[in-house]
């Protein structure tokens, strides 16, 4: 007899075991895929088996058969482990947050932000966790040396997947209130605190530029042109690209079209216009790239990884350490963009940054749209200014007296 393997059912993150009854298929579902109580329901299972070399047939009374649903009024089940809490919800969360190349998605935030909960209390289950328990786990962060607002960005990560399972009817809600802890305040625990982010100096950028290849060197001047984030900057695709006329691959882009953004998904477009330089330093990158790869900037001579972005930890660590060889302070790509706000604000207007950052109220939206967009333009050509300033005018002489003719 051929023993039914232990199976992933990978959009529900369950396990499960595949029978054979009178020739036909069936399923049985075990429980979260991984966890104990999955693994001791297969041996169940497959202890019962009675069949030959087909299978085996399901056995009475099992899970094959779907549930009778509960009746609105019934608790929920009781009992929940937090390794099973938390594989529901890290399986929900890989279906419903897009992951893009390149970038730490919010799963891997996710990730992160259970993982003390999960080390200090593997085997216990969300009921019986008490609110110093919750605190145990804040300490447990305070001390690895996580900032105040990391800690606090993270939590509010846990609190996120439990109201996803008591909105699921997995835990009760008042397990959502139990993990609810006062936020940390400035300077009031040993959590330390973020330094603001500052805009890096136009002459410490150039003196790291001058240490990075032409590929990472390319990519800080598009952000210094346009101030795009960073991922944006990684992640750009030629089929991002806004052309003249439409017509792709003619001339140089004039605009990028970003699909893929950190408020994407409350519907709002954004648009970068390219001034000319930034329009001719995109088209030079095409014009020395792979033709088939979709990506603007590519790892630097990858030979086994051809045609791959970069992600956000080599290109902040490349600059990094051309900061080092260049003996400058070390500075983050993410400061560009600041600098850009700062240099738009001082040539324009706060007004004129906003529009260039794509940074605006969503009620707002509508109203602003054109505006924007010519708002954005202005701010593109300010930041070209600042970065290439026109030369000083020359003195002109001053004017010669003829020479006074002498008396007669």
């Keep these: 007899m051929r023993i039914p393997a232990y199976c992933l059912h990978k959009p529900t993150g369950q396990a499960y075991v595949a029978l054979s009854e009178n020739g036909k298929r069936r399923t049985i579902y075990l429980g979260v895929w991984g966890t104990p109580q999955s ?43 937090l390794a099973d809490a938390y594989a529901l919800w890290i399986a929900h969360a890989r279906t419903y947050y897009p992951v893009r190349a390149g970038t730490t998605s919010q799963v891997e935030n996710i990730e992160r932000s259970w993982e003390p909960l999960l080390t200090l209390f593997p085997e216990a ?52 209130l139990t993990a609810t802890l006062p936020r940390l305040r400035p300077h009031r625990s040993a959590a330390p605190e973020l330094p ?35 991922g944006e900057v990684r992640e750009l695709r030629k089929s991002d690209l806004v052309w ?37 330093l995109v088209a030079d990158r095409l014009a020395i790239g792979d033709s088939d790869c979709d990506w603007v900037f590519t790892l630097f001579r990858a030979l086994k990884k051809k045609g791959t972005p970069y992600k956000r930890r080599i290109y902040g660590l490349s600059i990094h350490k051309a900061c080092d060889r260049a003996g400058v302070p070390r500075w983050h790509p993410n400061q560009i963009r600041h600098w850009a706000a700062t240099e738009v604000r001082k040539h324009r207007n706060l007004d004129a940054a906003r529009a260039l950052l794509g940074h605006s109220e969503t009620a707002t939206t509508e109203i602003y749209a054109e505006m924007d967009a010519e708002a954005a333009k202005r701010a593109a050509e300010a930041l070209e200014k600042a970065l290439n300033p026109p030369p000083p005018p020359t003195p002109e002489a001053p004017p010669t007296t003829p020479p006074t003719p002498p008396p007669s």
């Design 39 to 81: 693994r001791r329901r297969y041996a169940e299972v497959i202890a019962s088996l009675d069949g030959p070399a087909s299978g085996g047939t399901i056995p009475k009374g099992s899970a094959s058969t779907p549930p009778t649903p509960l009746p609105p009024s019934s608790t929920p089940p009781t009992g929940l482990s």
């Design 125 to 176: 289950r969300i009921e019986t966790l008490t609110k110093k328990n919750y605190t145990a786990v804040r300490e447990e962060m305070i001390r690895r040396g996580w900032a105040r607002k990391t800690i606090q960005r993270r939590w509010n990560l846990i609190l996120l997947g439990l109201r996803w399972l008591a909105g699921e009817e997995s835990i009760p809600d008042a397990a959502v």
């Design 196 to 230: 603001p982010i500052r805009p890096v100096p136009l002459v410490v950028v150039r003196a790291t530029q001058e240490k990075l290849n032409p590929v990472l060197r390319s990519m800080v001047e598009l952000q210094l042109l346009t101030g795009m984030r960073p």
């Design 244 to 280: 003249a006329d439409g017509l792709a691959g003619e001339g140089v882009p004039v605009a990028v079209q970003i699909s893929h953004h950190k408020t994407a998904y409350r519907g709002r477009p954004r648009l970068v216009p390219l001034s000319p330089t930034a329009g001719r």
